[in-house]
């Protein structure tokens, strides 16, 4: 664990400012949901760029609160949950099992598709595994500056390629400022919900805290601090979001082009832009897309790592500075094995169906968990009172967990639509 020394105004160095926020914003930012949002500019242009401003706001307000909760109290996030009864242990311990499996392989799979893409001397699955071990190798240490560097080039990669890829497309400027006016097209409710859904994270949300601790920030003392980075790195999220959905309304929306769904429509997109503007520049997506495929999977492979020691340290009664609960400590390096390893028989047998219901149905309902969950603790005295929420942040979460509570649904329909 690092320390981050404070400067007389109670602020860090301002070169250190910004670390977890962009880590957290990066690694819940994949290929899938740059799909989501290409495929919702390729259906109605800029209409739906106000919800990508909103996705943007509402999950400042979930991090935020998340960051709140850890400094304010001194706890960990799971510490808060099993506050508030052994329900949260019901919960919490099978899906972070099953979805660490599930998603193993998908990351992998992920990284696979763009390394292959790039570099066809090997294969999807042979590419997955090698990456999937390389981020096992980057992350087995548990030396949180490495890990915050590594996810800063990715960061700096995606960023890059996919601004570099808006700007060819020349945007048209009137119209993508009429887009920040809300409005609903005809039938694209579950499109708005899914853009402002999926910027930026879901269970990685909950490993802000973690992240704060790991880099040393603590106390009430680093809550400007941990606000301020909170609010830069998603800035940085909204700029890349944005940028994906110009690429989606200028190139796809205006030729009437269709991308597929998952990992693959990335792909599409870089033949339609090697098309278009020459093969450097689907090269160049290319590199954008393993970065955002890549940056996914070691965030999860370190951060989800911290939270499932955290879990397993507490329910086996271990104090919170136990080094088992820690990072590089016996269950961090466990939950990192769990997934790599056996995810890879995933990408050869495929995914069981049963698997996948499970996934599905635990995965739509971590959302609305943690939105929640933190207005509960939030507004306890679990919080000083002064770190407690306002009325404007209850608002926020509350319309977050609407929002969370109507895509759960729909995505447990689709879960149960595809296995049956």
């Not at 957290?24 to 242009?45: E, F, N, Q, R």
């Not at 935020?64 to 242990?89: F, I, K």
């Not at 006016?181 to 990685?204: E, F, Q």
């Not at 919080?383 to 995505?411: H, K, M």
Request: hydrophobic content about 55%; glycine content about 12%; aromatic content about 12%.
């Amino acid at each position: 664990m690092t320390s981050t020394t404070l400067d007389r105004a109670g602020t860090a160095p301002r070169w250190r400012l910004v670390g977890p926020g962009l880590v957290v914003a990066a690694t819940g930012v994949g290929a899938a949901d740059l799909v989501a949002t290409l495929i919702a500019g390729s259906k109605y242009g800029y209409a739906l760029l106000w919800a990508v401003v909103l996705g943007c706001v509402m999950k400042v307000v979930l991090v935020e609160g998340a960051g709140r909760y850890s400094l304010a109290s001194g706890r960990t996030l799971y510490e808060g949950w099993s506050s508030l009864g052994r329900w949260t242990h019901v919960y919490f311990g099978p899906y972070i099992v099953i979805w660490g499996f599930v998603y193993g392989a998908a990351a992998m799979a992920g990284t696979g598709l763009a390394l292959h893409a790039l570099f066809p001397v090997l294969g999807v699955k042979a590419w997955g595994i090698a990456s999937g071990i390389a981020g096992l190798a980057l992350v087995w240490s548990g030396r949180y500056s490495v890990f915050e560097k590594a996810l800063s080039v990715f960061v700096l990669l995606m960023f890059a390629t996919m601004v570099f890829a808006a700007a060819l497309t020349v945007p048209n400027l009137p119209e993508l400022a009429a887009g920040l006016a809300p409005r609903i097209p005809d039938g694209a409710l579950l499109n708005v919900l899914s853009v402002a859904g999926g910027v930026g994270g879901t269970i990685t949300l909950a490993a802000y805290g973690y992240w704060l601790r790991e880099k040393g920030w603590h106390t009430p003392a680093f809550m400007r601090v941990m606000r301020l980075d909170n609010r830069v790195a998603y800035l940085v999220t909204g700029i890349f979001v944005v940028a994906t959905l110009v690429v989606g309304a200028e190139i796809l929306y205006s030729a009437g082009i269709a991308v597929e769904t998952g990992d693959a429509g990335m792909l599409d997109l870089s033949r339609v832009l090697s098309d278009r503007y020459g093969a450097a520049a689907g090269t160049v997506f290319l590199v954008g897309f393993w970065a955002a495929a890549m940056s996914s999977l070691v965030g999860v492979w370190n951060g989800v790592s911290l939270m499932f020691a955290d879990f397993a340290g507490h329910v086996r009664g271990q104090a919170p500075d136990h080094p088992d609960r820690q990072a590089g400590g016996r269950f961090y390096h466990a939950y990192l094995v769990w997934l790599t390893i056996p995810p890879i028989v995933l990408l050869f047998a495929g995914q069981p169906v049963y698997l996948i219901l499970a996934y599905g149905v635990l995965g739509a309902l971590f959302m609305p968990f943690l939105a929640i969950t933190l207005l509960w603790l939030l507004n306890s005295d679990r919080v000083p009172e002064q770190w407690r929420n306002t009325a404007t942040s209850n608002v926020i979460l509350g319309l977050c967990a609407l929002t969370f509570i109507v895509l759960a649904f729909d995505q447990l329909r689709s879960a149960i639509t595809a296995v049956l």
